[in-house]
C-alpha cells in the first residue's frame, strides 16, 4: 500500500470530525478529498498512459486522461 500526502489543513479537519465529533466541517473535508482522489486517479491516468504494456493500453489510458482534462478531439494529435 502506497503512502498519500495531504494538506496539514485537511488532516486537522480530519481530526476535528472524527476525535472532537466537530460535524461542522463535513462538507469541506469531503470536497478536499475528492479533489485528492480526482488529482490520484489524474496521475494514474498519466502513469499508464506512458508505461501501459500494450500501445492499446497506453493510448485508452491517454485518451481517457485527455477526456478528463478536457482536451477537444480537435486539439489532439
Known amino acids: 500500500m502506497r503512502n498519500v ?5 485537511l488532516f486537522m479537519q ?3 470530525f472524527h ?3 466537530d460535524e461542522s466541517c463535513e462538507k469541506e473535508i469531503k470536497k478536499e478529498l475528492e ?9 494514474d491516468l498519466f ?7 500494450t500501445e ?3 493510448e485508452q489510458a491517454r485518451k ?3 477526456d478528463r482534462r478536457g482536451v477537444p ?4 494529435w
Open 5 to 9: 500526502q495531504i494538506p496539514q489543513e
Open 14 to 16: 480530519l481530526i476535528r
Open 19 to 21: 476525535l472532537m465529533e
Open 35 to 43: 479533489k485528492k482522489l480526482d488529482r490520484m486517479v489524474m496521475r
Open 47 to 53: 502513469g499508464k498512459s506512458k508505461t501501459a504494456p
Open 56 to 58: 492499446e493500453e497506453r
Open 64 to 66: 481517457e486522461y485527455l
Open 73 to 76: 478531439e480537435s486539439f489532439r
